[in-house]
């Protein structure tokens, strides 16, 4: 029987066998406890350092790391007639006293990225996988603005040029991935709901 790392590394491309092999020893590692840090979860000193090169790699991207996984998710859809298609928007803070990533959260004093990742689960709220995620820092100097300031610039925008474009963005992948828009349920808060009574149309074609 293939262990859960076979199934969702079996079509792992980095463009590097190296990379390819980090990859799945990095997920057996941290599978087996998730809330450790990557020190703790390696192996010993040579496997940490390994695995910080693995990270600083150019050629591993966000959507690299997510596209065996996503593949994985779209064969298990295909045994489904419907599916529910789920999205929402997570912060994940990344600072120490001495050290910040990324940008500003809900307020200067809390900084890291921003993740809106695409769940897809049955009926019965069993899931099968992320299809796809968005992954985003806030500009320290936009956010610095005044409210007033900030909503004038908002308005200005076209639709794509927004955060809120990660909603729609999402919805467009999961027709594109699924193929029937009828087999998709699609769930959101009210922020997701006002956006696409405002900005969907058939075809995806945005309001600008």
Known sequence: MQTWIEVETAGVNFGDERLNRRYELLLERMGDKP????????????????????????????????????????????????????????????????????????????????????????????????????????????????????????????IEQKESVRWLDNLKQATAHLGDPARCVHVGDREAEALWRREYRPGWEPRV
């Open 35 to 158: 809330t450790l840090s990557i020190p703790a979860a390696c192996h010993g000193w040579a496997e940490t350092k390994a695995a910080y090169r693995f990270f600083d790699n150019d050629k591993t991207t966000a959507a690299k790391v997510l596209e065996p996984h996503r593949d994985a998710t779209l064969e298990r859809i295909r045994a489904h007639k419907l599916v529910i298609v789920a999205q929402d928007t997570t912060e994940i803070e990344l600072q120490r006293e001495r050290e910040r990533v990324g940008g500003p959260l809900s307020d200067e004093t809390r900084w890291g990225i921003y993740t809106h990742p695409l769940l897809a689960l049955t009926p019965e709220r069993v899931p099968l996988g992320v299809v796809e995620t968005a992954i985003w820092s806030r500009d320290p100097v936009e956010f610095a603005k005044s409210q007033a300031e900030k909503r004038l610039a908002r308005k200005a925008k076209p």
